[in-house]
C-alpha cells in the first residue's frame, strides 16, 4: 500500500541509529509480528494515512526507543515531537487528527458499542496464549477457554462485521488475535486444534474469509508459515523479527 | 449533591418485597425495577464498586441528573443481565440504549455532553489522559493483592504497592493526573486511592502507612483530592469501606445496605 514506507523493513537493534523524522511525518514504531502493533498497521491502511515504519528489537530495546515509550511496547507514533502508545489510544487518536477516514462511528452510542465489543471480545487473545504456552496439565482447561471466547466472539458477529455492514473500529482490534487463533493449529499440532474453528463456528468462519478479502488486512496479514517460524524462533529466546523480508 | 436521586437507595435485590425507603430522594425500590421515563438517565451501580465510583464520581464532577440504581451483585436480577451480558457495574442506561465498562461509560458522558467535558477537546491531551490511565493501572492492582491474597503471605503485595506508588510519584507532574484541575486519569485512579487506608486497617497486611513519606507528591495529591467537591459528595469513610470488603471478601456474603 502506497501510504507505507517501511512496513518490512529490516528490524532496527540497539546499535542501529533512529533515522530522524521529519517534520509533519508521523512514524509508527512497529514490531512485524506484535498482534498490538498489528492493529495500528491496519487503522493506517484502512484510513490511508501516510506513515513511516520503523520495526523495533522488543528483546533488546534501543535507547532511542525507551526513550520515546518508557512502557517499551508497540505500537507506538510519532509526529512533531508528540508520542502516544497504547494501540487503542493510537487507534482512537488518529481518528481524531483525520476525521474525515474515521473508522470509530461519530454518534457517541455506536462509537461506545464498538470500544464496548472489543471489550467483549478481549478473551480471544488471553485463551490464544494460553494455548500457545499449553502444557499437558492445563491443556484442556485452555481449550475449554478458547471454545468459550470464539463461542463469544460467534454470538457477538451480527453482522458482516463486528462494525456493521463494512469493517470498523472493532474489527480492526480483534482481527490480529484471530489471525494467530486460526496459525495455532500448525503452531501446536500436537494439540489437535485442526477442527477449532470448521463447523462450529460458521459466523466466525464467513468472517475470516471477508476479512483476509479486505485491502487493510491483505497489508498487515502475515502468511501462516511465517507466524509457526516466528513462535518457533521465539522459544529460542532471540526471535528473528526479520522473517518474511527479501533482500532488497 | 443535588443532581442525584437514589445514590444511598437500598440495593434492589431480585426478591425483595416494595416497599418505600428513605434515601437520598425517594426512589421506590423492590424487586421491580421502576420504569425509566423517557429523556431520563439512569446509572446501575454498585454501592462499594470502585469501578462504579468512578462513573459516580463523573457523573458528580458534571452535575449530571441522573436516577441510581443500586444492584446486587451476588444475585443479579434478570433485568440487569438483560441489559448488560456482563453483569457488571457500571452501567448507564437511556432512551433505551445501554452503555457500560467505566471507562466507556465516562467517554459516553463527556461526548452526550460536551459541555462539561472532562477530558479535553485536544486529541493529543485526551490521548496522555488514557496513557495516564493505562499507566496507573498499577494502583489498582495492588489494591487487589492485597484483598485477593489467598496465601496470607504478603510480600510480593507490598512489593508492587511500592514499585505502584513509585510510579505514580514519577507521573504526578503537576497538581492533579489531570493537571490543573481533576481530569479523567484522577478520576479513574480515586476509588482505589480512596479505600486504600484500608491496607493499613489490617495488621496483617504489615503495612502502616499508605501512602507513606517515600511518596510526598501521592500524599499531597490525596489530600487536595478529599478537598474537591465531587470527591466530597460521594466520599465514603474508610471503616464503611472496610467493612464492606470483610463482607464481601472474607464472609463471602457482601452487606450492600452499610452505612445507610
Same mark, same amino acid.
Given at each position: 500500500?502506497?501510504?507505507?514506507?517501511?512496513?518490512?523493513?529490516?528490524?532496527?537493534?540497539?546499535?542501529?541509529?533512529?533515522?530522524?523524522?521529519?517534520?509533519?511525518?508521523?512514524?509508527?514504531?512497529?514490531m512485524r509480528f506484535c498482534p498490538y502493533a498489528e492493529r495500528?498497521?491496519l487503522?493506517?491502511?484502512?484510513?490511508?494515512?501516510?506513515?513511516?515504519?520503523?520495526?523495533?528489537?522488543l528483546v533488546?530495546?534501543?535507547?532511542?526507543?525507551?526513550?520515546?515509550?518508557?512502557?517499551?511496547k508497540v505500537p507506538?507514533?510519532?509526529?512533531?515531537?508528540?508520542?502516544?502508545?497504547e494501540s487503542a489510544?493510537?487507534?482512537?487518536?488518529?481518528?481524531?487528527?483525520?476525521?474525515?477516514?474515521?473508522?470509530?462511528?461519530?454518534?457517541?452510542?455506536?462509537?461506545?458499542?464498538?470500544?464496548i465489543l472489543v471489550e467483549r471480545l478481549s478473551a480471544i487473545s488471553g485463551a490464544f496464549y494460553g494455548l500457545l504456552r499449553a502444557t499437558a496439565d492445563n491443556q484442556e482447561a485452555g481449550i475449554a477457554n478458547l471454545k468459550k471466547a470464539l463461542d463469544t466472539a460467534e454470538s457477538l458477529l451480527?453482522?458482516?462485521?463486528y462494525?456493521?455492514?463494512?469493517?470498523?473500529?472493532a474489527d480492526m482490534l480483534v482481527w490480529p488475535h484471530l489471525e494467530r487463533v486460526e496459525v495455532l493449529p500448525l503452531i501446536r499440532p500436537d494439540l489437535h486444534l485442526d477442527k477449532l474453528l470448521g463447523t462450529d463456528y460458521p459466523k466466525l468462519t464467513a468472517y475470516i474469509a471477508?476479512m483476509k478479502?479486505?485491502?487493510?488486512v491483505?497489508?498487515a496479514i502475515r502468511p501462516a508459515e511465517h507466524h509457526v517460524q516466528f513462535f518457533d524462533s521465539y522459544k529460542t529466546g532471540k526471535p528473528d523479527y526479520?522473517i518474511?523480508?527479501?533482500?532488497? | 449533591?443535588?443532581?442525584?436521586?437514589? +445514590?444511598?437507595?437500598?440495593?434492589?435485590?431480585?426478591?425483595?418485597?416494595?416497599?418505600?425507603?428513605?434515601?437520598?430522594?425517594?426512589?421506590?425500590?423492590?424487586?421491580?425495577?421502576?420504569?425509566?421515563?423517557?429523556?431520563?438517565?439512569?446509572?446501575?451501580?454498585?454501592?462499594?464498586?470502585?469501578?462504579?465510583?468512578?462513573?459516580?464520581?463523573?457523573?458528580?464532577?458534571?452535575? +449530571?441528573?441522573?436516577?441510581?440504581?443500586?444492584?446486587?451483585?451476588?444475585?443479579?436480577?434478570?433485568?440487569?443481565v438483560?441489559?448488560?451480558p456482563l453483569g457488571k457495574?457500571?452501567?448507564?442506561?437511556?432512551?433505551?440504549?445501554?452503555?457500560?465498562e467505566?471507562?466507556?461509560?465516562?467517554?459516553?458522558?463527556?461526548?452526550?455532553?460536551?459541555?462539561?467535558?472532562?477530558?479535553?477537546?485536544?486529541?493529543?491531551?485526551?490521548?496522555?489522559?488514557?496513557?495516564?490511565?493505562e499507566?496507573?493501572s498499577s494502583?489498582t492492582g495492588?489494591?487487589f493483592a492485597?484483598?485477593m491474597n489467598k496465601d496470607?503471605?504478603?510480600?510480593q503485595?507490598?512489593?508492587s504497592?511500592?514499585?505502584?506508588?513509585?510510579?505514580?510519584?514519577?507521573?504526578?507532574?503537576?497538581?492533579?493526573?489531570?493537571?490543573?484541575?481533576?481530569?479523567?486519569?484522577?478520576?479513574?485512579?480515586?476509588?482505589?486511592?480512596?479505600?486504600?487506608?484500608?491496607?493499613?486497617?489490617?495488621?496483617?497486611?504489615?503495612?502502616?502507612?499508605?501512602?507513606?513519606?517515600?511518596?510526598?507528591?501521592?500524599?499531597?495529591?490525596?489530600?487536595?483530592?478529599?478537598?474537591?467537591?465531587?470527591?466530597?459528595?460521594?466520599?465514603?469513610?474508610?471503616? +464503611?469501606?472496610?467493612?464492606?470488603?470483610?463482607?464481601?471478601?472474607?464472609?463471602?456474603?457482601?452487606?450492600?445496605?452499610?452505612?445507610?
Amino acid at each position: 500500500m502506497a501510504n507505507f514506507h517501511g512496513l518490512n523493513s529490516i528490524t532496527l537493534n540497539p546499535d542501529d541509529e533512529l533515522p530522524p523524522l521529519a517534520s509533519g511525518k508521523i512514524r509508527l514504531y512497529n514490531m512485524r509480528f506484535c498482534p498490538y502493533a498489528e492493529r495500528a498497521v491496519l487503522y493506517f491502511a484502512k484510513k490511508n494515512v501516510s506513515v513511516e515504519v520503523i520495526n523495533v528489537n522488543l528483546v533488546d530495546k534501543p535507547k532511542w526507543y525507551l526513550e520515546r515509550n518508557p512502557l517499551g511496547k508497540v505500537p507506538t507514533i510519532e509526529h512533531d515531537g508528540k508520542i502516544i502508545y497504547e494501540s487503542a489510544v493510537v487507534a482512537e487518536y488518529l481518528d481524531d487528527i483525520f476525521p474525515d477516514s474515521s473508522v470509530l462511528p461519530k454518534d457517541p452510542y455506536l462509537r461506545a458499542h464498538q470500544k464496548i465489543l472489543v471489550e467483549r471480545l478481549s478473551a480471544i487473545s488471553g485463551a490464544f496464549y494460553g494455548l500457545l504456552r499449553a502444557t499437558a496439565d492445563n491443556q484442556e482447561a485452555g481449550i475449554a477457554n478458547l471454545k468459550k471466547a470464539l463461542d463469544t466472539a460467534e454470538s457477538l458477529l451480527t453482522d458482516n462485521f463486528y462494525g456493521g455492514k463494512s469493517s470498523g473500529y472493532a474489527d480492526m482490534l480483534v482481527w490480529p488475535h484471530l489471525e494467530r487463533v486460526e496459525v495455532l493449529p500448525l503452531i501446536r499440532p500436537d494439540l489437535h486444534l485442526d477442527k477449532l474453528l470448521g463447523t462450529d463456528y460458521p459466523k466466525l468462519t464467513a468472517y475470516i474469509a471477508r476479512m483476509k478479502e479486505l485491502p487493510e488486512v491483505k497489508v498487515a496479514i502475515r502468511p501462516a508459515e511465517h507466524h509457526v517460524q516466528f513462535f518457533d524462533s521465539y522459544k529460542t529466546g532471540k526471535p528473528d523479527y526479520n522473517i518474511g523480508i527479501t533482500a532488497a | 449533591m443535588a443532581n442525584f436521586e437514589g +445514590l444511598n437507595s437500598i440495593t434492589l435485590n431480585p426478591g425483595m418485597a416494595s416497599q418505600n425507603l428513605f434515601a437520598l430522594s425517594s426512589v421506590l425500590v423492590g424487586d421491580e425495577l421502576p420504569p425509566l421515563t423517557s429523556g431520563r438517565m439512569r446509572l446501575y451501580n454498585m454501592i462499594f464498586c470502585p469501578f462504579a465510583h468512578r462513573s459516580i464520581l463523573y457523573i458528580s464532577k458534571k452535575k +449530571l441528573p441522573v436516577e441510581v440504581i443500586d444492584v446486587n451483585l451476588m444475585e443479579k436480577p434478570d433485568w440487569f443481565v438483560q441489559r448488560n451480558p456482563l453483569g457488571k457495574v457500571p452501567m448507564i442506561e437511556h432512551d433505551g440504549k445501554v452503555v457500560y465498562e467505566s471507562l466507556i461509560v465516562n467517554e459516553y458522558l463527556d461526548e452526550l455532553f460536551p459541555e462539561t467535558a472532562i477530558l479535553p477537546t485536544d486529541p493529543y491531551e485526551r490521548a496522555q489522559q488514557k496513557i495516564l490511565v493505562e499507566r496507573l493501572s498499577s494502583v489498582t492492582g495492588v489494591f487487589f493483592a492485597f484483598m485477593m491474597n489467598k496465601d496470607g503471605d504478603y510480600t510480593q503485595a507490598i512489593e508492587s504497592m511500592e514499585k505502584a506508588l513509585e510510579n505514580a510519584e514519577c507521573l504526578l507532574v503537576d497538581e492533579f493526573y489531570g493537571d490543573k484541575t481533576t481530569g479523567y486519569a484522577d478520576i479513574d485512579v480515586w476509588p482505589i486511592f480512596e479505600r486504600f487506608p484500608i491496607i493499613t486497617l489490617n495488621p496483617k497486611f504489615g503495612v502502616k502507612k499508605i501512602p507513606g513519606i517515600k511518596y510526598p507528591k501521592v500524599s499531597t495529591y490525596i489530600k487536595r483530592m478529599k478537598k474537591q467537591p465531587e470527591i466530597q459528595a460521594v466520599m465514603k469513610p474508610v471503616e +464503611l469501606h472496610e467493612n464492606f470488603f470483610k463482607s464481601a471478601w472474607i464472609e463471602k456474603n457482601p452487606d450492600y445496605n452499610l452505612g445507610i
